[in-house]
């Protein structure tokens, strides 16, 4: 392998540790970005040198074509049904093992695998841990139909939340909107803070144009930090509220 930055050294130290979880026979879930890239990789190896027999769903279409590319087979979730264990990235956790997610736009699929697994299991990098969630911009999944509509309703409900004057801006790449694997767009919502995001979350989820958003509120078990110098610490919320 070619030397690594320090960055990416942290993030491949916290896939290896996520992918020394998996035992043989596991339905996994695989992950979507650059962490959980660095995880399909190096769960490849381990299926070759191990001949490991899994079954695994991918949050993406990005991360199945790279997990196939590698010789992975990937299973439609339906067709595996419950899973184990899912690993995967994040935007931000904080203390509660609360996490933003959807940074790479894939936060409906996240979710819904995250959801349907035994454990979930996050990895990042130290720049990921914060005490409050809301420095990263929320992703939330809103429908195309109305979106401009759904955006000022989504307004209101950060001015109900005393979250006013927050921008609230569809993602957009190359002159084009973002359409998620589901062919819907991104808000991105620039928050600073979010004082109550149980509220939030709930807020968000009952307006009729929004899908989901990507606030993993009681879902992730663990979370593996990497370290530049290609250690982890992992934290739990039990160890957290100690
Ligand atoms: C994709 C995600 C990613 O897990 C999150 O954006 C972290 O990505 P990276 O590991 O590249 O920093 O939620 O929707």
Known sequence: MTELSPADTAK?????AAVALVED????GLGTGSTAAFMVRRLAERVQAEGLHLRCAATS??????????GLKI?????IGWLDLTLDGADEVDPDLNLIKGGGAALLREKIVACASARMVVMAD???????????LLPVEVIPFGWQTTRQLVLR???KLELEGRAVTRR?????PVLTDEGNFILDLALEAIPDPAA???ALNALPGVVENGLFLGICDLAIIGQPDGSVVELTVEEIAE
């Open 172 to 176: 957009m790449h190359a002159g084009a």
């Open 200 to 202: 939030l979350s709930v």
């Open 126 to 136: 130290g720049a990921k841990v914060v005490e409050t969630l809301g420095a990263f």
């Open 157 to 159: 409900v950060l001015d």
């Open 25 to 28: 026979g596991m339905r996994l």
């Open 75 to 79: 299973e439609a979730l339906d067709d």
């Open 61 to 70: 279409q990005a991360t199945a074509d790279l997990a196939k590319s590698l």
């Open 12 to 16: 491949n130290a916290a896939a290896v």
